[in-house]
């Protein structure tokens, strides 16, 4: 059997995941309403969105690239219009919370106490160093790579220790802006931090927004999709949309790295509880003649 995902044919006639990392102006490095976002989705033929913006973190930590929790309500305010109208796509309210050292008696508490279907766990500081922030990228130059890779892979551990999160959002992140290491040792680091994902029962993302970005490229590597395959470890698919031109970008490109690693399914969540659809699926013939 010849596999062509990638043909426009086939791409219109079968469902795309559906998005499930999108942000909000309220972060500060975001653009575009909400609305923008849905009608981008629409247009994609999405069938369910989940808006994820950078949680608060009343400590202070990387304050410039997220709400402040007195803004909160306001993200709340800005995504139920949209959660009430019965048009598709269906959208959900959820948040990308940051793991780092300390943030546990916060999260702890807050993210019971709110109304999500989903939680997006990542990484984005290595000790004090934010090295996916554009800014600080120059720190990469005298910084040891291997280091910080293997750093990385223990604060993923750590992250999924903590019971707190759905789903870890762009697993192999330290590769951003290039800076890789090899395939065998990353496979090395990798597996005792996607043991302790899947020990957690967390889901992890195929987050195209690597594509992007300079390493041109989806998060997670193949090699690091076929270890969370192995560990039976669900996947969910997200744009990270920071404007809404990026909503559902490469999907058919990441469902069809998906079914080369050997998924048949993705999870779906609601109230942050999951369950699993089919990966791909037709969708019903008016709706592939109409997008064509
Ligand atoms: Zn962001
Ligand atoms: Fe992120
Ligand atoms: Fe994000
Ligand atoms: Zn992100």
């Known amino acids: 059997m010849t596999t062509d995902y990638l043909s426009p044919q086939r791409a219109a006639a079968v469902a795309l995941p559906d998005d499930y990392h999108l942000h909000t102006p309220l972060c500060r490095h975001a653009e575009g309403e909400p609305a923008a976002y849905h009608a981008v ?18 400590c202070g930590y990387d304050e410039r690239c997220r709400m402040q929790l007195d803004q909160f309500a306001e993200y709340n305010a800005m ?21 780092y050292e300390g943030c546990e008696s916060f999260l702890e508490r807050w993210l019971n106490e709110q109304p999500f279907d989903l939680v997006l766990g990542s990484i984005h500081y290595i000790g004090g160093w934010g090295f996916d922030n554009p800014d600080n990228r120059a720190v990469w130059d005298r ?7 293997q750093d990385y892979f223990v604060l993923v551990a750590k992250l999924a220790d903590t019971r707190l999160f759905d789903v870890l959002t762009h697993p192999d992140l330290p590769k951003k802006f290039g800076h890789r290491i090899d395939e065998k040792q990353l496979r090395e680091w990798a597996a005792p931090a996607l043991d302790r994902v899947a020990a957690a029962g967390m889901a992890i993302e195929i987050n ?64 942050r509880q999951r369950s699993l659809v089919p990966l791909e699926h037709q969708q ?5 003649n109409r997008i064509r």
């Open 79 to 99: 995504i139920r219009p949209l959660m009430a109208q019965n048009v598709k796509p269906r959208t959900l309210f959820g948040i990308e919370a940051d793991y």
């Open 143 to 149: 910084t040891d790579i291997r280091r910080a890779w």
């Open 41 to 58: 989705a629409q247009r994609v033929g999405l069938a369910e969105i989940c808006f994820t913006d950078h949680a608060p973190a009343p």
């Open 284 to 288: 019903p013939i008016a709706t592939a």
């Open 208 to 271: 195209t927004a690597g594509l992007r970005k300079p390493v041109g490229e989806m998060y997670p590597a193949p090699a690091i999709l076929e270890l969370a395959h192995e560990r039976s470890i669900p996947i969910t698919f997200g744009s990270d949309a920071h404007a809404p031109g990026d909503v559902g970008a490469g999907f058919a490109a990441a469902t069809a790295m998906a079914l080369a690693v050997g998924y048949s399914e993705r999870a779906r969540f609601r109230s």
